[in-house]
């Protein structure tokens, strides 16, 4: 079955700097993948979508990749902000069904 | 709109009581998701309704668990014979249907089971 595997050790890194989360996959590569963002006592806030046959996809200080040779994607925040700590995680759909199935989510922390 | 509403925000039972956890979806949205998470992991699928009908349960851990959507808007997700394993957080999402669409997700219920 398919296996998602996020870093599960938090992400420390100073203001302005880029923060940079990777999703790995194990099996099939799917239609599409997306990124949530979930803040402490919230439900997941969706991000962003990149379909298989594309390379790269941004929004704002946004910017996803996904590799399907690689079966990976990564998420990138430019000059990120104090705003930014939160907890991102990958999904992508089970099989090609309407379930998404989740990575246990990468924690990042930016420093003033 | 308002987005995906979910009650109660917190609910604690005592093993092997009965509880219900409402969800109320977006208007509009004919598809409706139920997720679980525990602490430090991602939402678990657990069942879709596309409508009033549930398109796929196989999420559903076992028939302790049951959710309805009778007339295709708000869903009740109905645990019997609680057990101490199924405290996690309960998360609603809901959608317009079409496949890789934005999935909106609820605020979550808190399920506590001593």
């Known amino acids: 079955s398919q296996k998602i595997e996020q870093n599960s050790e938090a992400l420390n890194i100073q203001e302005g700097k880029t923060a940079t989360l990777t999703c790995n996959y194990t099996?099939?590569?799917?239609?599409?993948l997306q990124w949530y963002r979930q803040d402490p006592g919230r439900g997941p806030v969706f991000l962003l979508l990149i379909r298989e046959n594309e390379k790269e996809k941004r929004k704002e200080r946004l910017k996803v990749t996904f590799d399907t040779t690689l079966k990976q994607s990564l998420f990138h925040i430019t000059a990120s902000q104090p705003a930014d700590s939160a907890t991102y995680l990958c999904a992508l759909p089970m099989d090609s069904s309407y379930k998404l199935i989740f990575g246990s989510g990468t924690r990042l922390l930016v420093r003033p | 709109g308002a987005g995906v509403s979910q009650t109660p925000s917190n609910k604690v039972t005592e093993k092997g009581k009965y509880v219900e956890l409402r969800c109320d979806p977006i208007?509009?949205?004919?598809?409706l998701y139920w997720y679980r998470q525990s602490l430090g992991q991602g939402p678990e699928f657990l069942i879709y309704?596309?409508?009033?009908?549930?398109?796929?349960d196989s999420g559903l851990p076992n028939d302790r668990f049951f959710a309805v959507r009778p007339e295709g808007s708000v869903s009740t997700l109905k645990i019997q014979r609680t057990e101490r394993g199924d405290s996690a957080v309960y998360l609603c999402a809901s959608s317009t249907g079409v496949k890789s669409d934005t999935q909106y997700f609820g605020p979550g219920t808190r399920l506590t089971v001593l």
């Open positions: 208007s509009g949205h004919t598809a």
């Open positions: 309704f596309q409508g009033t009908g549930a398109a796929d």
């Open positions: 099996n099939y590569s799917p239609a599409y």
